[in-house]
């Protein structure tokens, strides 16, 4: 009696052994499949990131190209694409990271399309702001330039109103020099009778004597005018003797030989002068001419010949 019963207790806790093992495997089985399911969620998710990975680097590129396209038109211009750039840049690299954490769930991926998503926007937004500022501008460079053109064209007509007013303050000094009216050179001979009387004999020459009278000129400056009387020889030499005041004068941008020179003191009333010039040891015979120069212009020239 004792036998059989110990008998069938062992049996029932057999079966309650083998009872608990399959439970416990049940347990580890579907542990294992739950597991199993989560592992390839996970790699679905981490699988379906490499689109939004292509998204992103396709929003980087439209980014680059489009800063690429419209930099470089001025300074203050590339200074703004540069910082929204770098804004930018640091909110794809943030992106990024996120996506390839490894460890994403489908709310961190639902945020990170949400992100993707803004930041196309704004990529959008910056590309429209860079246009208008760009025909902004061109708008500039073109006012700039029509500016400039007219700014050309006043130049032009300061340079061309200069050269009028050059030429008439040449014409100006040109019309207020002061001229000869008259001009007459005479070579005396000493008369054995009375006064001295024209020759032209080189061996009976005394003197040279030379009348001049000043041409009235209302545009003239009055007052003390130097002019420089020049004796040109035959032989094209100016007729000189320092001791007697010959000298040197500055004309058309060089020095001349004068032969003498006198202060007249005009005022504009035909002013008339006369003087003599003794002759001189070298002259030969043939023709002379005299010129006569004030200031930096020729008043007036006579000639005559010797025998």
Do not use: C, W
Request: aromatic fraction near 6%.
């Amino acid at each position: 009696m004792s036998a059989g019963t110990n008998d069938k207790k062992s049996k029932k806790l057999l079966f309650l052994m083998i009872l608990a093992l399959l439970l416990i495997n049940v347990g580890l089985i579907y542990k294992l499949v739950t597991k199993n399911t989560e592992l390839k969620t996970t790699q679905t998710e981490l699988v379906d990131t490499a689109a939004e990975l292509e998204d992103l680097k396709e929003v980087e590129e439209e980014l680059r190209m489009s800063l690429a396209e419209k930099s470089g038109q001025n300074e203050q211009l590339d200074s703004i694409i540069e910082v929204r750039n770098q804004e930018l840049r640091v909110k794809v690299a943030k992106i990024r990271t996120m996506l390839n954490s490894g460890n994403l769930t489908k709310a961190q991926l639902a945020k990170a399309k949400d992100e993707i998503s803004g930041l196309k926007a704004q990529v959008e937004q910056l590309t429209a702001e860079i246009d208008e500022l760009s025909k902004e501008n061109q708008y500039l460079k073109d006012e700039n330039y029509v500016i400039q053109k007219q700014v050309e064209i006043e130049k032009g007509k300061v340079a061309e109103m200069v050269e009028v007013n050059t030429e008439l303050t040449k014409q100006v000094e040109v019309g207020s020099r002061i001229f000869l009216k008259a001009l007459d050179v005479k070579p005396l001979r000493d008369a054995i009778f009375g006064d001295f009387k024209t020759t032209d004999k080189l061996s009976k020459l005394d003197k040279i004597e030379i009348y001049y009278t000043l041409a009235n000129n209302d545009l003239a400056e009055k007052g003390e005018k130097m002019l420089y009387f020049q004796v040109v020889t035959p032989n094209k030499s100016t007729l000189h003797n320092n001791s007697a005041g010959s000298g040197m004068f500055n004309f058309d941008g060089g020095e001349r030989l004068y032969t003498l020179k006198k202060v007249v003191n005009f005022q504009n009333g035909n002013e008339t002068g006369s003087f003599s010039i003794p002759k001189t040891e070298g002259m030969t015979a043939g023709k002379y001419v005299v010129n006569v120069f004030s200031d930096d212009h020729k008043m007036g020239t006579s000639e005559f010949t010797l025998q």
